[in-house]
């Protein structure tokens, strides 16, 4: 069982950038990985994924964000700049050990961060 313990989050204006860190009590070099957020009254919503197949993000956040992997860190991130106040959600890592193809869907996934706060305000 894969532990996700997340870091980073907080309060920015608008246009900063801040990183989240995602620290796995495994390794997860080979694994699909993402981020996904939620807004409040709002569902949960992808924002991106990787895996050595490819590396996805939704189309709010490209060339925004940007998600890396330390593999010797065992450390998933999520670098984001150019904040917009849409951007204000609670963001969540997310990693499976198997990838159907679908790296879009929270369902596709089997360990989950505790969740950490952005708030961008204008």
């Known amino acids: 069982q894969v532990r996700l313990v997340q870091s980073g989050g907080g309060s920015v204006q608008s246009g900063d950038s801040i990183t989240l860190a995602c620290a796995a009590s495994?390794?997860?070099?080979?694994?699909?990985v993402g981020w996904f957020r939620q807004a409040p009254g709002k569902e949960r919503e992808f924002v991106s994924a990787?895996?050595?197949?490819?590396?996805w993000y939704t189309d709010s956040v490209k060339g925004r964000f940007t998600i890396a992997r330390d593999n010797a860190a065992k450390t998933l991130y999520l670098e984001m700049n150019s904040l917009k106040p849409e951007d204000t959600a609670v963001y969540y890592c997310?990693?499976?050990?198997?990838?159907?193809?679908?790296?879009?869907?929270?369902?596709?996934?089997?360990?989950w961060g505790q969740g950490t706060q952005v708030t961008v305000s204008s």
């Open positions: 997310a990693a499976d050990p198997r990838y159907t193809g679908v790296y879009d869907l929270a369902g596709s996934y089997q360990h």
């Open positions: 495994d390794k997860i070099s080979t694994y699909l």
């Open positions: 990787m895996h050595w197949l490819g590396t």
